[in-house]
């Protein structure tokens, strides 16, 4: 998978204050002691006896800029659900509000913090062309921002999971749905084994010819039987559950493979028995949280693109073992990140396989023939677990037991017309790891079936402040969703250098009214983080600077600001092009948060 950007560590510091000429009238904010308005004498000068700390202090500037290292209080901790509501007849019912809705964690009600209603379109980033005074806009320019994307789909196929019958049978799938492409789509191919990417394009041929590189990869070898031959379901079974059967049965299968029959040998089969269960274990462990950290990764690469976007998740599944802590975390992951997962059963319409691999079957006893068999159709069963559990909480649809492959895979990367969100903050949540159910009703008694995650796990420790003040940011950056904590607005302006270089400047203007000061020794204090990204047209990071303002305002200069705002510029020297603009505001006292897309599209 192609590398992605490091914030914090690859952002120019370019940030700089505008000159008075380019602020808001009646702002000028330099970083320097502001002058007190409204003084009609001179400023006495300070007593010879006072102390030299207490000077610097009196003579500290108002406003001032530094690098910030991105340490952030972390804010409330919400649990975000995503909901679908379908009517009787399938159809998704588009009318809901706040008060329709009933949140249950453990049982117990629930306030619900926050409601929104969220459509495809919800996301979709403006176009802003601003051009500098010496440029204007050009039908050219116009017909550019047709080129903007406004979806994105991001095929993820197991390879670690898929065999090679289900890998030819999903790919030709996939190959006809992007004839059927819109000049505004990006697709991108990934695969959980990450040992191939094919980034988000429009080129229809290239990403049929990258399908072709899709075959299994597990990370463990095939064609090895161990002695005795234990699978991934049964190493969970005696493991993680201690079922006395599945041991028993394995125990059995390493009397005959190893010690050919001899029942005296019971306890020693026992030890060789558990020991295999292990390794299974901690091979299909292996795979399954590969697959998971991958899963993220693709969710942090599409979180940053504007408008629309959809992970379609292509696997046979795989049991969750003890991993319930990682697919919980995938779930909040991508609820948060406002992405919708489809996922759809590799294996298509199928029948269990009670036989297992009769051109390699395993080594086992007579005696443990038929509960291995049911031990597959279980295992098989168990697959789909975690398939419809990621596509349930996260608002998406699960294809499974259908041979129509190719219109599964067209229905899956549109989203859902509507969906809710719904956000709580649990009431003394115990770090104890526990998993808390979750169930959502309607007031209304209509019969309409609702699809939301079943639960989340609580951490089971608190993560460095500084850690996760700093994930927070980042993810806040990379998100696309606009937070509206307090008021701010962003206009982009550019000209052209030459036919190869041009340089934009974003305004970001903070509305200060509701921002909220500490008073400490005769100043107005707090604290503006204000970070700004631009990624081109297909979702790459190009450049980005972040700053705080340390604001120690007089009262005379609080109250001129309150009324007229802060406008701070940044500039950045790039490529003609189109580009997706991220503005994120965040202050200290209040703890709150506001976050502006834009657009700009600069011409050739």
């Known amino acids: 998978m192609a590398d992605l950007p490091q914030f ?25 002691p502001f002058p007190q308005q409204g003084d009609t004498k001179p400023s006495s000068p300070p007593a010879a006896a006072a102390h030299p700390s207490q000077t610097a202090e009196k003579n500290a500037p108002e406003l001032s800029t530094r690098d910030t290292a991105n340490t952030f209080k972390v804010r409330v901790n919400l649990v975000l659900v995503r909901v679908v509501v379908r009517d009787d007849h399938g159809n998704i019912v588009k009318d809901l509000h706040k008060e329709d809705f009933r949140l249950f964690d453990n ?11 969220e459509t495809p379109t919800s996301h979709v980033v403006p176009i802003a062309t601003s051009p500098s005074d010496t440029e204007t806009v050009t039908p050219e320019t116009t017909a550019a921002t047709l080129a903007l994307p406004q979806r994105f789909v991001a095929l993820l196929f197991d390879d670690i999971h898929l065999e090679m019958g289900d890998a030819v049978n999903v790919r030709a799938a996939a190959s006809r749905i992007f004839d059927s492409l819109r000049p505004s789509d990006r697709v991108g191919i990934f695969t959980t084994s990450g040992q191939f990417a094919q980034d988000f394009t429009s080129d229809k041929d290239l990403l049929k010819t990258a399908l072709l590189r899709i075959i299994p990869r597990p990370v463990a070898g095939t064609g090895f039987h161990d002695c005795p031959d234990v699978t991934y379901y049964m190493g969970d079974l005696i493991i993680n559950q201690n079922q006395p059967q599945a041991l028993a049965v394995a125990t059995e299968d390493a009397v005959q493979c190893a010690f050919n029959g001899d029942h005296s040998q019971t306890a020693a089969a026992r030890m060789l028995a558990t020991s295999a269960a292990q390794r299974a274990l901690n091979t299909g462990d292996a795979q399954s949280t590969l ?9 942090r690469r ?22 319930y802590t990682e697919e919980s975390d995938l779930i909040d992951r991508a609820v948060r990140s406002n992405l919708v997962i489809d996922t759809l059963d590799a294996r298509g319409l199928y029948a269990p396989d009670v036989a297992g691999d009769i051109a390699d079957p395993p080594v086992s006893s007579s005696i443990t023939t038929g509960i291995e068999a049911s031990y597959r159709i279980q295992s098989q069963s168990a697959n789909e677990d975690v398939l419809r ?57 209509n019969k309409f079936s609702i699809q939301a995650r079943r639960g989340y796990y609580a951490p089971r420790t608190l993560k460095d402040p500084a ?17 509206h904590d307090f008021p701010i607005e962003i206009q982009t302006q550019f000209f052209l250098k030459d036919e190869t270089d041009a340089r934009l400047s974003v305004l970001a203007h903070v509305d200060m009214k509701n921002i909220p000061f500490a008073k400490a020794d005769g ?45 701070v510029k940044s500039s950045f020297d790039i490529k003609p092009g189109n580009y997706l603009v991220r503005l994120v505001v965040r202050d200290a006292q209040g ?14």
């Open 8 to 32: 914090g560590l690859r952002w120019r510091t370019a940030l700089r204050l505008i000159p008075l000429a380019l602020l808001v009238p009646a702002c000028s904010l330099y970083a320097r």
């Open 107 to 117: 049982r117990k009600e629930q306030t619900i913090s926050s409601f929104s209603v």
């Open 291 to 299: 697959s998971y950290q991958t899963f993220h990764d693709v969710i």
């Open 302 to 323: 599409i979180s940053l693109m504007p408008g629309q976007r959809t992970v379609v998740f292509i696997s046979p599944g795989f049991i969750l073992s003890s991993l």
């Open 389 to 445: 559990d990621i596509s349930y909480g996260t608002g998406g649809t699960y294809y499974h037991n259908r041979n129509d492959l190719d219109a599964a895979l067209k229905d899956a990367v549109a989203a859902p017309p509507v969906t809710y969100l719904l956000a709580f903050s649990p009431q003394n949540l115990k770090l104890n790891g526990a998993f808390h159910s979750l169930s959502i009703k309607l007031t209304s008694k």
């Open 467 to 483: 850690e996760q003040a700093k994930e927070e940011i980042q993810e806040a950056v990379f998100s696309q969703d606009e937070i």
């Open 523 to 567: 100043r107005n204090d707090n604290n503006l983080t204000l970070a700004t990204a631009i990624f081109d047209e297909n979702g790459n990071f190009v450049a980005g600077n972040e700053k705080v303002l340390e604001m120690r305002f007089f009262d005379s200069t609080l109250n001129r600001v309150q009324q007229s705002g802060i406008t």
């Open 591 to 604: 703890q709150e948060m506001a976050a502006r897309n834009g657009a700009v599209v600069i011409p050739y």
